[in-house]
């Protein structure tokens, strides 16, 4: 298997600029999770989904931010509009099933100017 | 104040050299990870366990419940275990994981 894959890798775009970010779990898994790491907040969880729905969007820190999983092999996290303080690596990881062990992608590093 | 912490924050020591990473939790949790960041930013996760010790190749995790605090420890260290260690947990009646601030580890060759 290749693992979780994101895309893009990185990603540079101005304040107010609409940002889409793709994860494509590892087939079979049912559990997808978006993280946010920065160096002031370390890892963060934003949401995660079990069986396509999501289950907690607690950490999801404001309406700007939004995240689907139309089916069990796609999920996305837009941020909409962008803004400097958004600029972090965002990780997708997703697991068979939650709780168990997680497989992390290999991030996007997002810069907003 | 993060709720769980862990120490030291940076770590440097030589080949070879035994290594523990600490960390510390608040309430009582129904899981703990570790994670391993590299350099590169990748992370990969090394152990998930609720109690008692696991071990993999020369890492060991250990977790004691009652005093809310679990040990990474490294064997027979290697320049290539340099990375940023990060502990986790999930508490009860949540979902969600909770990340320590991470264990910077340089072996020095």
């Known amino acids: 298997d290749a693992g979780v894959i994101q895309s893009p890798r990185h990603e540079v775009t101005e304040m107010g600029q609409e940002v889409t970010l793709r994860c494509k779990p590892i087939s079979g898994h049912n559990s997808l999770f978006w993280y946010r790491q920065t160096m002031m907040r370390g890892l963060e969880l934003l949401i995660y989904?079990?069986?396509?729905?999501?289950?907690?969007d607690s950490g999801m820190p404001e309406d700007r931010f939004s995240a689907k999983m139309p089916n069990a092999s796609f999920s996305t996290l837009k941020i909409q509009p962008s803004e400097p303080r958004d600029s972090a690596v965002y990780f997708c990881?997703?697991?068979?099933?939650?709780?168990?062990?997680?497989?992390f992608g290999p991030g996007t590093r997002l810069t907003v100017l | 104040k993060n709720e769980v912490e862990q120490s030291p924050q940076n770590l440097t020591a030589q080949e070879g050299e035994f290594i523990t990473i600490n960390c510390s939790y608040s309430?009582?949790?129904?899981?703990l990870h570790w994670l391993q960041q590299h350099p590169g930013g990748g992370i990969v996760s090394l152990f998930m366990?609720?109690?008692g010790k696991k071990k993999h190749g020369r890492l060991i995790a250990t977790i004691n419940i009652q005093e809310k605090h679990s040990s990474l420890h490294i064997t027979a260290s290697h320049p290539r275990d340099s990375a940023v260690y990060i502990c986790?947990?999930?508490?009860?009646?949540?979902?969600?994981?909770?990340f320590g601030q991470g264990t910077r580890l340089t072996i020095n060759p």
């Open positions: 989904f079990n069986n396509n729905v999501p289950i907690d």
């Open positions: 309430v009582g949790i129904s899981a």
């Open positions: 990881a997703s697991s068979f099933r939650h709780p168990d062990e997680q497989f």
């Open positions: 366990l609720s109690s």
């Open positions: 986790a947990v999930r508490y009860n009646g949540s979902q969600k994981l909770v």
